[in-house]
């Protein structure tokens, strides 16, 4: 099993980005996707989640209406989960992941400890 992240970088405040998960050795298509993000000297905090199909998602509320997650299953043969920021904040600065668990409950996407799957993280850098 392999997710790996791209995209981050450093930014001024408003800006946007687009970070991106491609995986691989596992049924992507039947899995969970979730984004989390961790600040130095903070828990790892969950952003976003979207469903095996893509038609559901779940935000936490610090991000709504300027993160979107989607999903692309086995487009041109590659698996991939994308966030998309905007009107980043320097409160978004941090090392985001992809995670990546069989389908369960919607109650429980935010809930780091049911992911199975881990990248390395990416880093966002958001200055004012």
């Known amino acids: 099993v392999k997710l790996e992240e791209s995209g981050g970088g450093s930014v001024q405040a408003g800006a946007s980005l687009r970070l991106s998960c491609t995986a691989s050795?596992?049924?992507?298509?039947?899995?969970?996707m979730g984004w989390f993000r961790q600040a130095p000297g903070l828990d790892r905090e969950f952003v976003a989640a979207?469903?095996?199909?893509?038609?559901?998602?779940?935000?936490?509320d610090s991000v709504k209406g300027r993160i979107t997650i989607s999903r692309d299953n086995a487009k041109n043969m590659v698996n991939t989960v994308f966030l998309q920021m905007s009107s980043l904040k320097p409160e978004d600065t941090a090392a985001y992941y992809c995670?990546?668990?069989?389908?369960?409950?919607?109650?429980?996407?935010?809930?780091?400890?049911?992911?199975?799957?881990w990248g390395q993280g990416t880093q966002v850098t958001v200055s004012s």
């Open positions: 979207v469903s095996w199909s893509g038609l559901n998602t779940l935000y936490a």
């Open positions: 995670a990546a668990a069989p389908y369960f409950s919607y109650t429980q996407w935010s809930d780091r400890g049911r992911y199975d799957y």
């Open positions: 050795g596992f049924t992507f298509s039947a899995y969970v």
